[in-house]
């Protein structure tokens, strides 16, 4: 049985008091007994990691960055390493996320490689992957999940792929409101667990954690989460209140 893991990405949003506040009210609301059932990670922005960890000490709640550098120091300015998001306390890195694919142009070939460098570092990295709305309309959504899964995973063991988590983030369904329904996502779910299958091998497949991604709300998330291969959620716009975040959480 797979735990669920709920994770917020905060995205470029909060102030640095906002943040706290925000890290604060999700502690606040989140008890032990969550823990039991489901796993929680939030990625606040880079410049609040350390901010929020302070917070969280003493909780469950795992501490996650946006993305991390592929390469481990050296003049790459404005770089931050996995290194060095380990070294501030971060379990997890989210790594090719849609917004950096598209508006900053990450490769498969990129993503890749901090994929690579997450796990050197004991970092778990969230590979995402998803298609846009007119790859979807003209039924290219398997093929580009295949090929992002496969380009991404490339040279990774078996063991490697198994510290990983992937997310299915639908682009046209991020930040727009529009929830990819049950059905549609839990067909690229299994989906995506079967080219896991045969990269890795069923036994890490049956392990992987696949969550979803796009619009994810208090209103929603029970019915994706009743699909059988949905194992959690990456959560943007509505991770941002502390409170509609515990309801997602608290999803049982
Ligand atoms: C995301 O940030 O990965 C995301 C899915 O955003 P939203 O929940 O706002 O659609």
Same mark, same amino acid.
Request: avoid cysteine.
């Given at each position: 049985m797979r735990k669920k893991l709920m994770m917020g990405n905060w995205k470029m949003n909060t102030c640095l008091k906002e943040a706290v506040e925000l890290a604060s009210g999700i502690k606040r609301l989140l008890k032990e007994d969550v823990f039991e059932k489901v796993s929680v990670a939030i990625c606040p922005p880079f410049v609040y990691l350390l901010d929020v960890k302070d917070v969280l000490e003493g909780s469950d709640i795992k501490l996650g960055a946006q993305d991390a550098f592929y390469e481990a120091s050296g003049a790459f300015t404005g770089g931050i390493s996995a290194g060095m998001l380990k070294d501030v306390g971060c379990d997890y890195a989210i790594i090719g996320h849609s917004e950096r694919r598209h508006i900053m142009g990450e490769t498969d070939e990129i993503i890749n490689k901090k994929l690579r460098a997450c796990l050197k570092e004991g970092l778990t990295p969230v590979l995402c992957v998803g298609e846009l709305l007119n790859q979807r309309e003209s039924g290219q959504t398997g093929s580009v999940i295949t090929s992002q899964v496969r380009?991404?995973?490339?040279?990774?063991?078996?063991?490697? =792929?198994?510290?990983?988590? +992937? $997310?299915? #983030?639908?682009?046209?369904?991020? !930040?727009?409101?529009?929830?990819?329904?049950?059905?549609?996502?839990?067909?690229?779910?299994?989906?995506?667990?079967?080219?896991?299958?045969? =990269?890795?091998?069923?036994? +890490? $497949?049956? #392990?992987?954690?696949?969550?979803? !991604?796009?619009?994810?709300?208090?209103?929603?998330?029970?019915?994706?989460?009743?699909?059988?291969?949905?194992?959690?959620?990456?959560?943007?716009?509505?991770?941002?209140?502390a409170d509609s975040f515990e309801k997602i959480v608290k999803y049982y």
């Open positions: 380009n991404g995973l490339k040279g990774f063991s078996a063991d490697d =792929i198994r510290r990983m988590v +992937v $997310a299915y #983030e639908p682009v046209w369904a991020i !930040g727009t409101g529009k929830t990819a329904t049950q059905a549609q996502a839990q067909e690229v779910h299994n989906m995506i667990r079967g080219l896991i299958s045969g =990269i890795a091998g069923p036994a +890490v $497949a049956g #392990e992987m954690l696949i969550l979803y !991604g796009g619009s994810v709300k208090p209103e929603n998330i029970k019915e994706l989460m009743s699909a059988p291969d949905i194992d959690g959620a990456l959560v943007g716009g509505a991770s941002l209140k």
